[in-house]
T-cell receptor, first 116, second 114 residues
């Protein structure tokens, strides 16, 4: 059974710091991995999606890496800003019958607070 | 561009009352549609997904049901709510494009059952 874990559960950093959020998964047979941002009481915003054949994806100050063999992904945020404060969720899409399933398995998230 | 709507945004219902939450998607056709629940202190759990009109797959046994009466409409229902049905309900859509199937989420409905 696929389990997705995110460490730390909460993180507080001063503005301007670079930071790394971690995501680990138990079954390496994934199709892709997606990072989301969730503001309090809001829906999820997709940040980055990494296919299982890729090692990393970048969007602006965000860089996500994937090491499928070790079951790990990281989300790197450069030069953090107070507006980055939110809960960050990672989710894996399982591989099944040679293709992708419709199911995302979510981690419980990392609550990030960037202090001005 | 594609947009996804959910309503109501918040709902307070007594135990035993019925429920109907609606989700609609604009700007795409034949999407896959999903209902998730996010309970306090827990991760998102997939409840239902649909690959087409009238096609519903249930992921977990529960007190809820889903229906897809139109291509871009997904409804979550219950005949009698339980306290444990409280949570944040999120609808999502995806289209298999370039082998991606990236999911995009709606704004959510906060349900409190008293």
């Amino acid at each position: 059974k696929q389990e997705v874990t995110q460490i730390p559960a909460a993180l507080s950093v001063p503005e301007g710091e670079n930071l790394v959020l971690n995501c680990s998964f138990t079954d390496s047979a994934i199709y892709n991995l997606q990072w989301f941002r969730q503001d309090p009481g809001k829906g999820l915003t997709s940040l980055l999606l990494i296919q299982s054949s890729q090692r990393e994806q970048t969007s602006g100050r965000l860089n996500a890496s994937l090491d499928k063999s070790s079951g790990r992904s990281t989300l790197y945020i450069a030069a953090s800003q107070p507006g980055d404060s939110a809960t960050y969720l990672c989710a894996v899409r399982l591989r099944k019958y040679g293709g992708a399933t419709n199911k995302l398995i979510f981690g419980t998230g990392t609550l990030l607070a960037v202090q001005p | 561009s594609q947009t996804i709507h959910q309503w109501p945004a918040t709902l307070v219902q007594p135990v035993g009352s019925p429920l109907s939450l609606e989700c609609t998607v604009e700007g795409t056709s034949n999407p896959n549609l999903y209902w998730y629940r996010q309970a306090a202190g827990r991760g998102l759990q997939l409840l239902f997904y649909s690959v087409g009109i009238g096609q519903i797959s249930s992921e977990v046994p529960q007190n809820l049901s889903a229906s897809r009466p139109q291509d871009r409409q997904f409804i979550l229902s219950s005949k009698k709510l339980l306290l444990s049905d409280s949570g944040f309900y999120l609808c999502a859509w995806s289209v298999l494009r370039l082998g991606n199937n990236e999911q995009f989420f709606g704004p959510g409905t906060r349900l409190t059952v008293l």
